[in-house]
C-alpha cells in the first residue's frame, strides 16, 4: 500500500516537474531576441483614449529615436505612487502640477535647468507662462509643461438666444453677468417653478477661488504664511456665490459633491438644456462635442476687481534616479513638444501648453464650441493652484469640503471661510513645527 | 514504522503541495498584516522613509471625531444585515416548497449576487437619480394614481411626491445603500446555503409536530429555526466581518463617501488616508483599529452562539 502511494507521488512530483519545465521551455522558445535599444518605463493616466494616443505618440518617437525603446504603463495615480515606492518606478511620467512640488521635496524629480537651458532643441518661452512656473519648485525646473487649461464660462447658445440676452463680446462685470443671469432664468412651462437656471455655481476647489482672486482675496498670504480666506474681499466673494444660489436663485440649490452622482448632475444638466452657463475647463469640451441638439460658445469669466481665473493642468517629470537621463529628457521633450501636444489635443486632454500649438488648435473654423481662442486668451491672467500645499492633503480635504455645505444652507459663508482657515493653519502650524517646507 | 527517510521524503512531497500556497501567504497575507501593524506606529507618506512616531497615531485616532462618525455610518450600513439574513430565509423556506418553474425563480433570485459590483453600483446610481431615476418615477407614479382617485371620489387631500434626492441628502443615503445592498444579498449566497440547511432538516421533526398539532407558526418557531440557527449563526458572523470590511466599492463608485461623509466607512477612511492622502501610518492605525474590533465583535458573537445555537 505504501509502495502504491509513494509510486503515486513520485508520478505526480515527475508530472508536476514535467509541466514546469515544459513551460519553462516554451517561455524560453517564445522569447524575443535580446533588444539592444534603452528601454525607458513611460507612466500616463489609464483612460483608454489616452492610451491608444499615447501608442501612437510612443510609436513616433521610436521611428524617430530608434535605439530607445518605450514601454508605456498606464494606470492611476496609486500605481505611480506605489511604483515609486516599491522602487521600480517609471523614468518618465506624467501627473498633475499640484503634485511637483510634493515629488521635488522628496528628491523623486530630476532637476531640468540646466538640460532645458542647453538644448536647442526646447525654448520654454514658447509655452505659457502660467504652464512654466507650474513645473518650477523653489526657484528650480522639475517638469516640463504639457496640457492643461484655464477655467472659462461655456454656455449654451440657444438659451442666450431664446432669452435675447447676448453673449458678451469681451470682459463683463460680475453686475452684467447678475443681469444676464436674471434673464436666463426661467419657468418655461409657466408651472411656477423654475425649470430653466443660468448658472450651474460648482462648490469644488477648482472653482470658488477664482472667485477670491478676482474679488482681491487670496487663499494663502506667503508673507505670514497663513491662510487668510476670512479676508472681507473672500468672505464677500462666497458670499456673492452664495447669493446666486439662495438670494437670487438663479443657480440650482441641490447638494453636490465632487464625483460620483452630483458630479454627472451638473453635466446633465447643462446636457439637458436646463442651465445655460457653466464655468468648465477645456478638458470638458470634448465631452461636449458629444453633446446635440444646441450651440456652445465659450466666453470668458465675469471679472471682479480685477481679472482671474484658475488653471489645471499637468506636467512631465522625469525620475531622478533613472538609469538613462538622456534617453528619458529626449522623450520628456518629445512629449512636449509641438506635434506630440497636438496629437493630445485631439484626444481631449485640454489645451497645449505650446503657445503657437494652441493658438492653432483653437482656430479650426466652424468646429465647435465658437470662441474656443478665449482659452487662449484666458491663459495670459491665469494662475495655477498655488494654495494648494499637498502635504496638508488631509487638512485640505475637510476645508474645501465645508464649500459644499454652503449650497445646503447649513453654514454660511463667513462660517465656510472661518473654518476653512481654522483647519488650514492648526495643520500648517503643525506641519511646520515638524519641519515641514513648501 | 515510518523510517525517518520516508518521514522526511513525505514532508518533503507534502511541502511541494503546500508551498505554493504557503509562499503566497507568507508574502501576500501575513507580510502585509505584519507590515500594517509596525507602520501603524509610524508616519510614512510612501516616498519618504517611515519615521516611528510611537502611538501617536493611535491617540489622533481616538479624538478623531470623524472617525468615529464613519464608524456610526459602517455599523449603521450592518443594518442591512439582519434584514437579508431574514430575507434569504424567507426566500429559501419559499423556494423549498415544489412550485412550478422553480429553478427560474432560483436563478433570477440569484443573479443579482454574481453581477458585477461596479455595473450594480452604477444601475442603481441610476435607479437613484432624483430627476431621471426609476424609484422616484414610481413614487411620482404612485402619487399621481392616489392623485387621481382622490379627485374621482371628491376628495379635498392631493399629495406631492417628488421623492427623496436618495444619494444626495446626507439622511436618505445610507438608506438608500441598504436597500441597494439587499437587492443584491438577500438572494445570493445566503439564501443558497439556507436552502442547504432546509433540505437537512429531518422530515421526521415535521411529522412528529404535524402528529402534535402545531400550525405552521409553531412549527417553523420550534422546527424551522432551532435547526436552521448554525446556518444563521454562520451567516450573521460572516456578514458582521463583512460589514464591518465593507462599503469601499460603494463610496468609491457611487457617493465619494459624500454627500457631506455619510456614506463613508471605515474601509473608504482607511483608502482615503493612504491614497488620497497619503497618511500610510495612520490609515495602519485605523486598520488596526478596525482589526480590534472585527475581532471583539466575533468574540462576543461566538460566545453568544454557543449559547442560543442549536446543533443536531
Known amino acids: 500500500m505504501t509502495s502504491v502511494r509513494r509510486g503515486i507521488s513520485h508520478r505526480v512530483c515527475g508530472a508536476t516537474g514535467a509541466v514546469l519545465f515544459a513551460c519553462m521551455g516554451w517561455v524560453g522558445c517564445t522569447r524575443q531576441p535580446a533588444d539592444e535599444r534603452t528601454e525607458i518605463l513611460f507612466y500616463d493616466h489609464a483612460y483608454a483614449h489616452w492610451t491608444r494616443m499615447n501608442r501612437d505618440r510612443i510609436a513616433l518617437f521610436e521611428n524617430r529615436n530608434p535605439d530607445v525603446r518605450i514601454k508605456l504603463v498606464p494606470g492611476t495615480a496609486e500605481k505611480l505612487l506605489g511604483m515609486i515606492a516599491g522602487g521600480v518606478p517609471p523614468d518618465v511620467f506624467i501627473s498633475d502640477t499640484v503634485s511637483v512640488p510634493f515629488f521635488a521635496r522628496r528628491g523623486v524629480l530630476m532637476p531640468l535647468d540646466e538640460r532645458a537651458a542647453s538644448d536647442p532643441e526646447l525654448r520654454l518661452d514658447a509655452y505659457f507662462d502660467c504652464t512654466v512656473r507650474a513645473c518650477r519648485h523653489a526657484g528650480r525646473t522639475y517638469a516640463l509643461p504639457d496640457m492643461f487649461s484655464p477655467v472659462c464660462l461655456i454656455y449654451n447658445k440657444n438659451l442666450f438666444r431664446e432669452a435675447g440676452v447676448s453673449p458678451p463680446a469681451g470682459e463683463w462685470t460680475w453686475d452684467q453677468f447678475l443681469d444676464a443671469c436674471k434673464t436666463l432664468t426661467r419657468d418655461r412651462d409657466g408651472d411656477g417653478r423654475i425649470d430653466q437656471y443660468a448658472v450651474e455655481v460648482i462648490w469644488s476647489h477648482h472653482r470658488w477661488p477664482i472667485f477670491v482672486w478676482q474679488n482681491g482675496g487670496e487663499i494663502y498670504d506667503p508673507p505670514s504664511d497663513r491662510y487668510v480666506m476670512s479676508s472681507p474681499e473672500a468672505v464677500e466673494a462666497i458670499r456673492w456665490l452664495h447669493d446666486l444660489v439662495h438670494v437670487h436663485r438663479v443657480s440650482p440649490s441641490e447638494l453636490e459633491e465632487m464625483r460620483g452622482v452630483a458630479a454627472q448632475r451638473w453635466d446633465f444638466r447643462f446636457a439637458e438644456q436646463r442651465v445655460a452657463m457653466l464655468a468648465n475647463t477645456r478638458f470638458y469640451v470634448d465631452t461636449m462635442r458629444g453633446f446635440g441638439g444646441f450651440e456652445v460658445g465659450v466666453c470668458h469669466l465675469p471679472r471682479g476687481r480685477r481679472k482671474a481665473t484658475l488653471m489645471i493642468g499637468t506636467a512631465i517629470m522625469i525620475h531622478a534616479r533613472t538609469p538613462h537621463p538622456e534617453a528619458a529628457w529626449r522623450f520628456a521633450r518629445f512629449l512636449a513638444s509641438p506635434i506630440s501636444q497636438e496629437m493630445s489635443e485631439s484626444c481631449g486632454r485640454g489645451l497645449p501648453s505650446h503657445r503657437a500649438t494652441a493658438e492653432r488648435v483653437t482656430r479650426h473654423p466652424g468646429l465647435s464650441p465658437d470662441g474656443d481662442h478665449v482659452f487662449v486668451e484666458a491663459a495670459e491672467y491665469c494662475r495655477p493652484k498655488d494654495f494648494e500645499i499637498t502635504e496638508l492633503r488631509r487638512a485640505n480635504y475637510d476645508a474645501f469640503m465645508v464649500f459644499y455645505r454652503i449650497p445646503r444652507g447649513v453654514i454660511s459663508p463667513a462660517e465656510a471661510c472661518r473654518h476653512f482657515d481654522d483647519v488650514l493653519n492648526t495643520a500648517l502650524r503643525r506641519y511646520r513645527a515638524m519641519g515641514g517646507a513648501g | ?312
Open chain 2, 1 to 312: 514504522m515510518i523510517s525517518g527517510q520516508s518521514r522526511a521524503k513525505a514532508l518533503g512531497v507534502a511541502l511541494l503541495f503546500v508551498g505554493p500556497n504557503l509562499i503566497g501567504f507568507l508574502v501576500f497575507t501575513l507580510l502585509p498584516v505584519v507590515a500594517a501593524f509596525l507602520l501603524a506606529f509610524c508616519r510614512w507618506d510612501l516616498i519618504s522613509p517611515p519615521r516611528f512616531a510611537g502611538p501617536a497615531n493611535l491617540q489622533d485616532l481616538i479624538a478623531d471625531e470623524k472617525f468615529w462618525y464613519y464608524l456610526y455610518n459602517t455599523t449603521f450600513l450592518m443594518l442591512g444585515v439582519p434584514l437579508s439574513m431574514f430575507g434569504s430565509m424567507f426566500l429559501a423556506i419559499v423556494l423549498s416548497r415544489n412550485l412550478p418553474g422553480l429553478w427560474a425563480y432560483r436563478t433570477a433570485f440569484f443573479v443579482p449576487s454574481i453581477t458585477t459590483g461596479v455595473g450594480t453600483f452604477i444601475l442603481w446610481q441610476w435607479i437613484y437619480s432624483p430627476d431621471f431615476g426609476l424609484a422616484n418615477w414610481l413614487i411620482r407614479q404612485v402619487a399621481g394614481g392616489l392623485n387621481a382617485f382622490t379627485a374621482a371620489v371628491h376628495l379635498p387631500w392631493q399629495v406631492h411626491w417628488d421623492g427623496p434626492r436618495w444619494l444626495q441628502d446626507p439622511a436618505w443615503a445610507k438608506p438608500a445603500l441598504i436597500i441597494m445592498g439587499l437587492w443584491g444579498s438577500i438572494g445570493g449566497t445566503n439564501m443558497i446555503l439556507y436552502l442547504a440547511a432546509l433540505r437537512n432538516i429531518p422530515p421526521e421533526l415535521y411529522e412528529a409536530a404535524d402528529i402534535d398539532g402545531a400550525g405552521a407558526w409553531v412549527r417553523f418557531r420550534h422546527v424551522t429555526w432551532p435547526m436552521l440557527s448554525p446556518t444563521t449563526f454562520f451567516i450573521l458572523i460572516m456578514g458582521l466581518i463583512g460589514g464591518f470590511q465593507g462599503g469601499f466599492a460603494m463610496a468609491h463608485v457611487m457617493t465619494a463617501g459624500g454627500p457631506d461623509g455619510a456614506t463613508t466607512t471605515i474601509s473608504y477612511y482607511i483608502y482615503q488616508y493612504a491614497y488620497e492622502w497619503y497618511e500610510m501610518g495612520y490609515a495602519a492605525a485605523i486598520a488596526l483599529a478596525l482589526f480590534a474590533i472585527v475581532l471583539i465583535v466575533t468574540l462576543v458573537g461566538w460566545r453568544l452562539g454557543e449559547q442560543r445555537v442549536h446543533y443536531e
